[in-house]
């Protein structure tokens, strides 16, 4: 493992760093520039701010769905790692709609937990460096702070968006469960 590994055991067992208001950094070196129309903005909580942006509508529809939103926003310190929505685009033909579909409400739950991270974790926690931290859903999420970072396997759009419960990394491409 990393010598991050214990930072991220810190921001974990204090509920997270400290929540002080830092201005949104630049973004990280983007894989997908395209990806977003805008670059994110904080505005309020993290929802607000995904709610602002208008680029996470499939994501919040999920975490509307599965009864997450109120959960996220009252969450003190708190990571989202938010795929855009022409991430959830990218997706095999007919996948999110099979999510969507109320049988699959378990699934799609472990899909936006999947992208959670119970504590603020900035990039520079990770700048540099590979590590890992603990999602909420309980899947252990790698964080590539490399040249071309990545989280979960996913590109890094634009990373730092501190709003006021947290921070959110909006990502090229959606967390897909570890391989078994």
């Keep these: 493992m990393s010598k991050f590994l214990p930072v991220f055991a810190v921001l974990l067992l204090s509920g997270g760093a400290a929540s002080a208001q830092v201005p949104a950094a630049p973004a990280a070196p983007s894989a997908a520039p395209a990806l977003l129309s805008a670059p994110v903005a904080p505005a309020g909580d993290v929802i607000e701010t995904l709610r602002a942006s208008g680029q996470f509508t499939t994501f919040l529809r999920a975490a509307d769905l599965v009864g997450l939103t109120a959960f996220v926003k009252a969450r003190p310190d708190i990571t989202v790692l938010a795929p855009a929505d022409a991430a959830f685009a990218a997706l095999p033909a007919g996948e999110m709609d099979r999510l969507l579909a109320q049988a699959n409400r378990a699934e799609l739950q472990k899909v936006v937990l999947r992208h959670l991270i119970n504590a603020r974790v900035p990039f520079e926690t990770f700048k540099g460096a590979v590590t890992s931290a603990p999602s909420m859903g309980g899947e252990t999420i790698e964080l590539n702070g490399d040249a071309a970072p990545t989280v979960g396997g996913a590109p890094v759009v634009q ?18 469960p570890p391989a078994s």
Excluded: E
């Design 159 to 176: 990373a730092d968006v501190m709003a006021a419960n947290g921070v959110v990394h909006v990502l090229g491409a959606v967390i897909r």
